[in-house]
């Protein structure tokens, strides 16, 4: 194995919008940089990366990124780069989308982005709540918590992003937590490296909103309970809840090769042209 | 030079017209009266390079398009009523990063799921005002088969060159007519790309220009840019300072009004000494056409005044057809969207009636010059 | 002769549709311009169905019906559902087995044994043939070369010697009842 060249941040970074928009704490920080640092050790150009974000705090994200960035529409950005990604196969896309932008509103992209399989990187920053618009519950909102709109604690059950989108058919589903960043940085390059669309769910906190209102501690203590927090055993037996993961596995969960949709059009575009010729 | 006149249905022309204009992008949903637009790019975009792709939904397909349209790919997608409907959240997005796109809506009956295989004229207002906050935007209204093919074309050069979303707006009736149309040659059918930028030091993507249309950037090839739907300044990072902010949703709507001499088009028939001007598109012009026709033979002075470009709205066209006209008529096939612009521009200056379908029928000939004449007597 | 509209009417599945876009292309080849639209359903077989013909010398004003100069009825529907629509003096043919009872009026109006013909050449789907070939004997509009031609462009290969004889066949048919 070669050495990994030296990383700085800088280089990947607009840094004439410093300061950013993330509150102190957020994990979305620690998130972008396991991005770029897997960017980096896979040698991608700046140039032939194409960033498409969708809208919440993870939508904001992207514009900090010295790349080709599209801060799309709310829970479109897999949409978006689905077109983006056909019209131009040179480019190495990845969408940057949280748990409201991706399984709420952009549920239905999610599948069919899954089902599709076109070479695209999804990563799905999950922290359990809407950030933007002050707290609200979102689809991954662990149980009994409280958020602006769950005043007695939430009483829906949660999604497993990574169970849906294997069973929509993505070919590499993947989950970690910011608290292991070179993890975290190493399951986005096999992401990324996929061909086919890779899907990863990067378990994120909000310590100012979602933190605060739950009295989870400051952000040193939600990263270290990122895994503990995020088992569903809080809201009853498991057993009676199959949909549920019983504890959040990390790393690569599951890894498919399949047609790449994008490959198998061209090359049946081909054929139909050389035949008329 | 004569052109083969060939056979085509209204739907065909306008898939065949998008591709010769330079379409390789089509992103759509299925949607009665106006799958055989996507059917017909699903056959003809792999032969030419260019890429088909049925999406999830109609939000879907209008997003596809446009990201397809950030890579540098012309695209096009189509629907009718409910679809765009759903299409509207983006088609602002389209007007706000000034992404160039063709959206071909095939009217049919509503509100709602409404008539489907019915022609209506319902969508004039939504395709001008559906997406919400102001916004620029063209709206083309054909009325034959000849014209779905050229106002295709024309749809693609003008969202080029304005990095606008164009509506191609028909109806059911036109949608499924075959008539035999001149196919232009195909250079003549190219749209020119919108302007690209070259890289250089201090780029600004959305600095004002000469023609306030600013070149666009084609990713992968040195400019690196930030594309939001937020208000932005013209480096394309967002903005809530009032004067860029000001300046910014300005300059969007000046680019529409500066390049009006290019953009309006109309067609006036007769109305030089009409007393009264009938004022319709697409098929219900049609019927207006032959209404007149039969008037003039009974000596009564009728014209017809018909807007290719629906928004803007030709305005400067509509007040010299009308200079002379005792009365306007704006026969319709919804319950009066296009006589609020006409008696805007009118201004009281001279009486304005409508007449109005609404039951999944055309207006025939007949009914029109019926309420002409009915109107006649009152002079 | 100015603007002729003529309709081809009867049930979903009688191939009514196929029959006016072979009369378009015919039409198109004597030099005249026409506009072809059809009833526009969500479902495709049985049931009135009808696909309509507006010619004219130059570009169609209005593409659609406004009175029938013309109607081919090829059963008893579609005569009922589109009698109301053909002018004094038109010319109505209709099948003379399957129309008991043809649209009352001053119509110049003919009873032709188009079914009976077509099983003779080879199947009775071809009734919508035989049909325009009579229409265009009788009417002088449309020689049959160019009815021929027309077949041979919009006919599936495996059909089209079967629909060159109907034609053929209601072109003398036609002949004879003119």
Same mark, same amino acid.
Request: charged share 20%.
């Given at each position: 194995?070669?050495?990994?060249?030296?990383?700085?941040?800088?280089?990947?970074?607009?840094?004439?919008?410093?300061?950013?928009?993330?509150?102190?704490?957020?994990?979305?920080?620690?998130?972008?940089?396991?991005?770029?640092?897997?960017?980096?050790?896979?040698?991608?150009?700046?140039?032939?990366?194409?960033?498409?974000?969708?809208?919440?705090?993870?939508?904001?994200?992207?514009?900090?990124?010295?790349?080709?960035?599209?801060?799309?529409?709310?829970?479109?950005?897999?949409?978006?780069?689905?077109?983006?990604?056909?019209?131009?196969?040179?480019?190495?896309?990845?969408?940057?989308?949280?748990?409201?932008?991706?399984?709420?509103?952009?549920?239905?992209?999610?599948?069919?982005?899954?089902?599709?399989?076109?070479?695209?990187?999804?990563?799905?920053?999950?922290?359990?709540?809407?950030?933007?618009?002050?707290?609200?519950?979102?689809?991954?909102?662990?149980?009994?918590?409280?958020?602006?709109?769950?005043?007695?604690?939430?009483?829906?059950?949660?999604?497993?992003?990574?169970?849906?989108?294997?069973?929509?058919?993505?070919?590499?589903?993947?989950?970690?937590?910011?608290?292991?960043?070179?993890?975290?940085?190493?399951?986005?390059?096999?992401?990324?490296?996929?061909?086919?669309?890779?899907?990863?769910?990067?378990?994120?906190?909000?310590?100012?909103?979602?933190?605060?209102?739950?009295?989870?501690?400051?952000?040193?203590?939600?990263?270290?309970?990122?895994?503990?927090?995020?088992?569903?055993?809080?809201?009853?037996?498991?057993?009676?809840?199959?949909?549920?993961?019983?504890?959040?596995?990390?790393?690569?969960?599951?890894?498919?090769?399949?047609?790449?949709?994008?490959?198998?059009?061209?090359?049946?575009?081909?054929?139909?042209?050389?035949?008329?010729? | 030079?004569?052109?083969?006149?060939?056979?085509?249905?209204?739907?065909?022309?306008?898939?065949?017209?998008?591709?010769?204009?330079?379409?390789?992008?089509?992103?759509?949903?299925?949607?009665?009266?106006?799958?055989?637009?996507?059917?017909?790019?699903?056959?003809?975009?792999?032969?030419?390079?260019?890429?088909?792709?049925?999406?999830?939904?109609?939000?879907?397909?209008?997003?596809?398009?446009?990201?397809?349209?950030?890579?540098?790919?012309?695209?096009?997608?189509?629907?009718?009523?409910?679809?765009?409907?759903?299409?509207?959240?983006?088609?602002?997005?389209?007007?706000?990063?000034?992404?160039?796109?063709?959206?071909?809506?095939?009217?049919?009956?509503?509100?709602?799921?409404?008539?489907?295989?019915? !022609?209506?004229?319902?969508?004039?207002?939504?395709?001008?005002?559906?997406?919400?906050?102001?916004?620029?935007?063209?709206?083309?209204?054909?009325?034959?088969?000849?014209?779905?093919?050229?106002?295709?074309?024309?749809?693609?050069?003008?969202?080029?060159?304005?990095?606008?979303?164009?509506?191609?707006?028909?109806?059911?009736?036109?949608?499924?007519?075959?008539?035999?149309?001149?196919?232009?040659?195909?250079?003549?059918?190219?749209?020119?790309?919108?302007?690209?930028?070259?890289?250089?030091?201090?780029?600004?993507?959305?600095?004002?220009?000469?023609?306030?249309? !600013?070149?666009?950037?084609? !990713?992968?090839?040195?400019?690196?840019?930030?594309?939001?739907?937020?208000?932005?300044?013209?480096?394309?990072?967002?903005?809530?300072?009032?004067?860029?902010?000001?300046?910014?949703?300005?300059?969007?709507?000046?680019?529409?009004?500066?390049?009006?001499?290019?953009?309006?088009?109309?067609?006036?028939?007769?109305?030089?000494?009409?007393?009264?001007?009938?004022?319709?598109?697409?098929?219900?012009?049609?019927?207006?056409?032959?209404?007149?026709?039969?008037?003039?033979?009974?000596?009564?002075?009728?014209?017809?005044?018909? !807007?290719?470009?629906?928004?803007?709205?030709?305005?400067?066209?509509?007040?010299?057809?009308?200079?002379?006209?005792?009365?306007?008529?704006?026969?319709?096939?919804?319950?009066?969207?296009?006589?609020?612009?006409?008696?805007?521009?009118?201004?009281?200056?001279?009486?304005?009636?409508?007449?109005?379908?609404?039951?999944?029928?055309?207006?025939?000939?007949?009914?029109?010059?019926?309420?002409?004449?009915?109107?006649?007597?009152?002079? | 002769?100015?603007?002729?509209?003529?309709?081809?009417?009867?049930?979903?599945?009688?191939?009514?549709?196929?029959?006016?876009?072979?009369?378009?292309?015919?039409?198109?080849?004597?030099?005249?311009?026409?506009?072809?639209?059809?009833?526009?359903?969500?479902?495709?077989?049985?049931?009135?169905?009808?696909?309509?013909?507006?010619?004219?010398?130059?570009?169609?004003?209005?593409?659609?019906?406004?009175?029938?100069?013309?109607?081919?009825?090829?059963?008893?529907?579609?005569?009922?559902?589109?009698?109301?629509?053909?002018?004094?003096?038109?010319?109505?043919?209709?099948?003379?087995?399957?129309?008991?009872?043809?649209?009352?009026?001053?119509?110049?109006?003919?009873?032709?044994?188009?079914?009976?013909?077509?099983?003779?050449?080879?199947?009775?789907?071809?009734?919508?043939?035989?049909?325009?070939?009579?229409?265009?004997?009788?009417?002088?509009?449309?020689?049959?070369?160019?009815?021929?031609?027309?077949?041979?462009?919009?006919?599936?290969?495996?059909?089209?010697?079967?629909?060159?004889?109907?034609?053929?066949?209601?072109?003398?048919?036609?002949?004879?009842?003119?």
């Amino acid at each position: 194995m070669t050495e990994p060249l030296a990383f700085d941040i800088r280089e990947y970074l607009r840094l004439e919008l410093m300061p950013h928009f993330m509150c102190p704490g957020c994990g979305h920080g620690i998130a972008l940089r396991a991005l770029l640092w897997a960017v980096h050790e896979l040698g991608i150009a700046k140039d032939k990366l194409a960033v498409v974000s969708g809208i919440g705090c993870s939508g904001r994200v992207g514009a900090y990124i010295d790349a080709n960035t599209y801060h799309t529409t709310h829970g479109r950005p897999l949409a978006f780069a689905t077109g983006l990604a056909l019209a131009r196969p040179d480019l190495k896309v990845v969408v940057i989308t949280g748990d409201g932008d991706c399984l709420a509103i952009g549920g239905n992209h999610l599948l069919h982005a899954c089902r599709r399989n076109l070479d695209l990187t999804c990563l799905m920053f999950n922290n359990e709540v809407y950030g933007m618009t002050g707290g609200q519950v979102s689809p991954t909102t662990s149980a009994t918590r409280l958020t602006t709109t769950t005043p007695t604690g939430n009483a829906e059950p949660v999604f497993d992003a990574c169970r849906i989108a294997e069973a929509a058919g993505a070919s590499f589903v993947g989950r970690e937590v910011t608290r292991q960043v070179p993890a975290l940085k190493n399951l986005i390059k096999s992401a990324m490296s996929h061909v086919g669309f890779s899907f990863v769910e990067v378990i994120s906190d909000c310590t100012e909103i979602y933190g605060r209102k739950n009295d989870l501690g400051e952000a040193p203590e939600m990263i270290l309970h990122q895994k503990a927090d995020m088992r569903p055993e809080a809201f009853g037996n498991v057993a009676d809840q199959p949909f549920r993961p019983n504890r959040l596995t990390t790393g690569i969960l599951s890894q498919h090769d399949l047609p790449e949709y994008g490959e198998t059009y061209r090359a049946r575009a081909a054929l139909l042209r050389s035949g008329e010729k | 030079m004569t052109t083969e006149l060939q056979p085509l249905h209204g739907n065909q022309a306008c898939a065949l017209a998008a591709v010769a204009a330079g379409c390789r992008f089509f992103a759509g949903y299925p949607i009665t009266p106006s799958s055989e637009i996507a059917e017909h790019m699903s056959h003809e975009l792999p032969r030419v390079g260019g890429v088909f792709v049925q999406m999830e939904d109609e939000i879907g397909s209008l997003a596809a398009c446009i990201g397809a349209s950030f890579g540098g790919a012309k695209a096009m997608t189509a629907t009718s009523g409910p679809g765009f409907s759903l299409m509207q959240e983006n088609l602002g997005y389209a007007a706000m990063t000034e992404t160039p796109c063709v959206i071909v809506n095939v009217m049919r009956g509503g509100p709602s799921t409404g008539m489907p295989t019915r !022609p209506a004229q319902g969508d004039l207002m939504q395709a001008r005002w559906g997406t919400h906050g102001d916004h620029p935007i063209i709206v083309l209204t054909p009325a034959s088969v000849q014209e779905i093919y050229t106002e295709t074309t024309r749809a693609f050069a003008l969202s080029e060159r304005f990095r606008v979303p164009v509506v191609v707006l028909y109806d059911q009736v036109v949608a499924q007519l075959l008539e035999s149309i001149e196919v232009p040659p195909a250079e003549q059918s190219v749209a020119a790309d919108r302007p690209w930028a070259a890289a250089g030091n201090g780029f600004q993507p959305y600095a004002e220009t000469e023609s306030l249309v !600013p070149p666009m950037v084609r !990713p992968g090839e040195g400019l690196r840019v930030h594309t939001t739907g937020l208000t932005h300044a013209p480096t394309g990072f967002p903005t809530q300072a009032p004067p860029v902010a000001d300046r910014a949703l300005k300059r969007l709507l000046e680019k529409i009004e500066k390049h009006r001499d290019v953009i309006d088009k109309s067609d006036a028939y007769r109305c030089e000494d009409a007393e009264i001007v009938i004022v319709a598109c697409g098929i219900t012009a049609r019927a207006a056409r032959r209404a007149v026709a039969t008037l003039r033979e009974e000596g009564v002075k009728a014209g017809l005044f018909r !807007p290719l470009t629906m928004w803007p709205f030709p305005e400067r066209a509509f007040r010299a057809a009308t200079a002379n006209a005792r009365r306007v008529l704006v026969p319709e096939l919804n319950a009066g969207q296009l006589i609020l612009e006409v008696e805007r521009l009118t201004a009281g200056r001279r009486p304005v009636a409508g007449l109005n379908r609404v039951d999944g029928e055309p207006l025939a000939p007949r009914q029109i010059s019926d309420r002409v004449k009915e109107l006649a007597r009152h002079d | 002769m100015s603007r002729l509209e003529i309709r081809l009417a009867g049930s979903g599945g009688q191939g009514l549709i196929t029959g006016a876009r072979i009369l378009f292309e015919a039409f198109s080849m004597e030099g005249r311009r026409a506009a072809q639209s059809q009833s526009y359903e969500p479902t495709s077989r049985g049931g009135f169905c009808y696909s309509d013909l507006i010619l004219a010398d130059d570009a169609t004003d209005y593409p659609l019906v406004t009175g029938l100069d013309v109607l081919i009825a090829l059963d008893q529907t579609g005569a009922d559902r589109s009698a109301a629509m053909v002018k004094p003096g038109a010319t109505v043919l209709y099948d003379e087995r399957l129309v008991t009872a043809p649209p009352a009026g001053e119509f110049n109006a003919h009873a032709l044994p188009l079914n009976a013909h077509a099983v003779s050449a080879g199947s009775a789907r071809g009734a919508n043939i035989v049909a325009l070939g009579a229409y265009a004997a009788m009417s002088g509009t449309c020689r049959l070369e160019s009815l021929e031609e027309a077949i041979r462009r919009e006919t599936p290969e495996r059909f089209v010697a079967m629909n060159l004889e109907a034609a053929r066949a209601g072109f003398r048919l036609g002949k004879e009842r003119s």
